[in-house]
């Protein structure tokens, strides 16, 4: 079964830094880009990062770019996302996500339980 799961939240303080990981299972891991979404309370679940199945390319989005960066280790089926100078708005569950295809159901996103990143002082 598809398993995506997600360790490294914590509680850190503005302009902190943080490494999250994803570790995933049940699909062929190189051949599937992995992205990072967040979802604050009471907001739309956010796309953070996408990384491509080898690693060569990747997306951020705005807020995120040039502070987070997402790599990718496909020997041990992870993906990490490195997150530096860390403000208050960072604050929410991040959650690791893959899309694969479905025979019946086309494409479906997979996704772990989240780790808690909170920034506060």
């Known amino acids: 079964q598809v398993q995506l799961v997600e360790s490294g939240g914590d509680l850190v303080q503005p302009g902190g830094s943080l490494r999250l990981s994803c570790a995933a299972s049940?699909?062929?891991?190189?051949?599937?880009?992995i992205s990072w979404y967040r979802q604050a309370p009471g907001k739309e679940r956010e796309f953070i990062a996408l990384?491509?199945?080898?690693?060569?390319?990747?997306n951020y989005a705005d807020s995120v770019k040039g502070r987070f960066t997402i790599s990718r280790d496909n020997a041990k089926n992870t993906v990490a996302l490195q997150m530096n100078s860390l403000k208050p708005e960072d604050t929410a569950m991040y959650y690791c996500?893959?899309?694969?295809?479905?025979?019946?159901?086309?494409?479906?996103?997979?996704w772990g339980q989240g780790t808690q990143v909170t920034v506060s002082s």
């Open positions: 049940g699909f062929i891991f190189s051949d599937y880009g």
């Open positions: 990384i491509f199945g080898d690693g060569g390319s990747a």
């Open positions: 996500n893959v899309r694969l295809g479905t025979y019946y159901y086309g494409m479906y996103d997979y």
